[in-house]
């Protein structure tokens, strides 16, 4: 009965260093592998959110410009001798602006440095957020991470301004992320008539 004890205890036999290391290694890898695809799945949906706010944002300076050119074109069809792109000088000619879409203000980047909203090669000057959560230029409390530049050009590029028909509006909206992932950005283009002079 002594051997059989003596036996039984000799042949069992614990896990060996090498054994130990390998369910190590297979565990590692098995919680490493989902965190990795999580990590890499939050930061393509910041990037998503971002880009598609930049977007807007820059839609919306376009949709504001749209607006002030059907403006002008209604007080010029209406008697008052108007400039389709009036108010819009900060933005054509070479010069760059910047816009807040609630206030209805326009400020040129090209001759101010420090602009909310503008931006150089090394700086960014961020749109601010008010309490509504709205893109500011003259308010707001706390800067978001996006700037936004517009420039106006004749098409074809070259004419004077005051003779143009169509033009080309251009906005760059950079962003930084917080997220390490670097500067962004995106550049939206599209062309503009003066569709009351067939009027």
Not at 35 to 47: C, E, H, K, N, V
Not at 164 to 172: K, N, P, T
């Amino acid at each position: 009965m002594k051997n059989k004890i003596k036996k039984l205890i000799e042949n069992k036999k614990g896990f060996t260093i090498v054994e130990s290391l390998f369910a190590i290694f297979i565990l590692v890898i098995s919680v490493t592998g989902p965190m990795a695809f999580t990590q890499s799945g939050l930061r393509a949906s910041f990037i998503a959110r971002d880009q598609v706010t930049a977007f807007y944002l820059a839609q919306d300076a376009i949709e504001y410009i749209k607006n002030v050119r059907d403006s002008n074109s209604i007080k010029s069809i209406g008697g008052t001798d108007t400039f389709w792109l009036n108010s819009l000088s900060d933005c054509y000619d070479g010069s760059e602006c910047t816009i807040d879409t609630i206030d209805e203000v326009i400020l040129s980047c090209g001759t101010i440095t420090n602009n909310p909203g503008c931006f150089d090669d090394n700086n960014l000057y961020p749109l601010k957020i008010d309490d509504d959560g709205f893109f500011r230029i003259t308010e707001g409390t706390k800067d978001s991470i996006f700037a936004r530049e517009i420039k106006i050009t004749p098409v074809p590029s070259g004419e004077l301004i005051g003779d143009v028909s169509e033009v080309q509006i251009e906005v760059i909206v950079k962003w930084q992320t917080p997220q390490s992932i670097g500067d962004k950005s995106i550049n939206v283009k599209e062309n503009m008539f003066n569709w009351a002079t067939g009027i």
